[in-house]
């Protein structure tokens, strides 16, 4: 990615930078690559990244919105998302939250609990409506991943035990406010090779089937997100393998012809389009390791406090005037131990006033960003 240093350097930071065609760009390969699946939809994970700048383009571009709150309702829709096109997802959705997702016409339930059945179904009937709504299965499949971003294998909080499944759905289909349309799946985030999705199509199949067999048929099958992306390299592949994901999708799909199959994806969409920039404060010589000591701290990035996530970092000034590099701790002002970006990452050499950038950071980074220690974010830069 190409930064604007005299433009970044002018700015009071800590900030965000989103580089809008690159968004354009990942958005566009999306569509290109579900042209050829027509039952194929995608809904973005709106969690992933709220801005409304972002979800503009993203609903421009026709994609959904995956939502797990009546704020994130209300903040699709201004930012143009058809109500039809929404889906509201969660494990403790508030009966405030339900009443917001009914009155605004949404999409889909995707709900976690029988009790959530009956609650939506009290709610709609009290507001005379009547909601559509898929039931979220565990499939017990472990996605690989991060433990705390693990959600389908069977002692997660998240979504009802298969064998539980046929008893949710007779359930479902008895009440009177509650129209059920379909099964909701997702194992986890940033899930980096294919075979938990293969594994996950394969437990669809077997679930499908079966209900076929037993007269229960699908409007829809919702396969969830967790598409990864490159930290790593996140200038090597800037855009995800969305034609691979599709393809292997519908390689391994088995289910009746007119069966929609959704996605939600976030970090995938958002993910390589934000930077966080910092600006270094101190650099602080240590006995065994160099700090690069920056106004940006895990309150406005916390992936790497709260998983120990690898995150990209450059020194934009030091490699402009291509100084030799050196190794560098590099951290946040806050009176944390785990407010740190990166231990040992060669940067070219820092020194006070270095612009830093932290890539990699549009998905779960300003939308997970807090305001502990008083702190703020300065506004955003959209290139
Ligand atoms: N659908 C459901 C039901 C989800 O819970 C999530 C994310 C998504 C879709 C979108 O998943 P994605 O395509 O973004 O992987 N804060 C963590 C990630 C938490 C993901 C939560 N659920 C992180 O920073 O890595």
Same mark, same amino acid.
């Given at each position: 990615?190409?930064?604007?240093?005299?433009?970044?350097?002018?700015?009071?930071?800590?900030?965000?930078?989103?580089?809008?065609?690159?968004?354009?760009?990942?958005?566009?390969?999306?569509?290109?690559?579900?042209?050829?699946?027509?039952?194929?939809?995608?809904?973005?994970?709106?969690?992933?990244?709220?801005?409304?700048?972002?979800?503009?383009?993203?609903?421009?571009?026709?994609?959904?919105?995956?939502?797990?709150?009546?704020?994130?309702?209300?903040?699709?829709?201004?930012?143009?998302?058809?109500?039809?096109? +929404? $889906?509201?997802?969660?494990? /403790?959705?508030?009966? @405030? %939250?339900?009443?917001? &997702?009914?009155?605004?016409? =949404? *999409?889909?339930?995707?709900?976690?609990?029988?009790?959530?059945?009956?609650?939506?179904?009290?709610?709609?009937?009290?507001?005379?409506?009547?909601?559509?709504?898929?039931?979220?299965?565990?499939?017990?499949?472990?996605?690989?991943?991060?433990?705390?971003?693990?959600?389908? +294998? $069977?002692?997660?909080?998240? /979504?009802?035990?298969? @064998? %539980?499944?046929?008893? &949710?759905?007779?359930?479902? =289909? *008895?009440?009177?406010?509650?129209?059920?349309?379909?099964?909701?799946?997702?194992?986890?985030?940033?899930?980096?090779?294919?075979?938990?999705?293969?594994?996950?199509?394969?437990?669809?199949?077997?679930?499908?089937?079966?209900?076929?067999?037993?007269?229960?048929?699908?409007?829809?099958?919702?396969?969830?997100? /967790?598409?990864?992306?490159?930290?790593?390299?996140?200038?090597?592949?800037?855009?995800?393998?969305?034609?691979?994901?599709?393809?292997?999708?519908?390689?391994?799909?088995?289910?009746?012809?007119?069966?929609?199959?959704?996605?939600?994806?976030?970090?995938?969409?958002?993910?390589?389009?934000?930077?966080?920039?910092?600006?270094?404060?101190?650099?602080?010589?240590?006995?065994?390791?160099?700090?690069?000591?920056?106004?940006?701290?895990?309150?406005?990035?916390?992936?790497?406090?709260?998983?120990?996530?690898?995150?990209?970092?450059?020194?934009?000034?030091?490699?402009?005037?291509?100084?030799?590099?050196?190794?560098?701790?590099?951290?946040?002002?806050?009176?944390?131990?785990?407010?740190?970006?990166?231990?040992?990452?060669?940067?070219?050499?820092?020194?006070?006033?270095?612009?830093?950038?932290?890539?990699?950071?549009?998905?779960?980074?300003?939308?997970?960003?807090?305001?502990?220690?008083?702190?703020?974010?300065?506004?955003?830069?959209?290139?």
């Amino acid at each position: 990615m190409a930064f604007p240093l005299d433009l970044i350097s002018k700015r009071p930071t800590p900030f965000y930078l989103y580089d809008l065609g690159l968004l354009d760009r990942t958005l566009q390969a999306v569509n290109d690559s579900i042209a050829t699946h027509p039952d194929f939809h995608v809904h973005y994970a709106v969690k992933a990244n709220p801005d409304p700048i972002l979800l503009s383009h993203i609903f421009m571009a026709g994609l959904g919105a995956d939502t797990v709150s009546g704020g994130e309702i209300n903040i699709a829709l201004q930012a143009g998302v058809k109500p039809r096109d +929404i $889906a509201f997802a969660g494990v /403790g959705k508030t009966d @405030r %939250d339900i009443k917001i &997702a009914l009155n605004a016409g =949404i *999409g889909m339930f995707n709900i976690e609990s029988v009790q959530e059945l009956d609650i939506i179904n009290d709610i709609a009937l009290s507001l005379g409506k009547k909601a559509d709504v898929a039931i979220r299965v565990n499939p017990d499949i472990d996605a690989h991943t991060h433990h705390y971003i693990t959600t389908g +294998i $069977a002692e997660n909080k998240f /979504g009802i035990d298969m @064998r %539980d499944l046929d008893t &949710a759905i007779s359930h479902a =289909i *008895g009440l009177s406010g509650i129209n059920f349309v379909g099964l909701h799946f997702h194992i986890g985030s940033q899930i980096t090779i294919d075979t938990p999705f293969i594994l996950l199509c394969e437990r669809v199949n077997e679930i499908v089937a079966r209900l076929d067999s037993e007269g229960v048929s699908l409007r829809s099958v919702n396969l969830g997100g /967790g598409l990864g992306i490159d930290y790593e390299y996140p200038d090597r592949h800037p855009v995800p393998d969305f034609g691979l994901f599709f393809d292997s999708v519908k390689r391994h799909l088995d289910i009746p012809a007119g069966i929609e199959v959704h996605f939600e994806l976030g970090r995938s969409i958002v993910g390589q389009c934000g930077t966080l920039i910092g600006r270094t404060l101190y650099v602080k010589n240590g006995h065994s390791h160099d700090f690069a000591i920056i106004d940006a701290g895990m309150t406005e990035l916390i992936r790497p406090a709260l998983y120990d996530a690898y995150h990209f970092i450059s020194n934009l000034t030091g490699d402009a005037e291509h100084r030799p590099t050196r190794f560098y701790n590099v951290v946040g002002p806050v009176c944390e131990t785990t407010d740190t970006f990166a231990t040992n990452r060669r940067l070219s050499r820092v020194v006070r006033g270095d612009i830093i950038a932290i890539r990699s950071a549009g998905a779960y980074g300003q939308s997970m960003s807090s305001h502990y220690n008083s702190r703020r974010l300065y506004p955003n830069l959209y290139i």
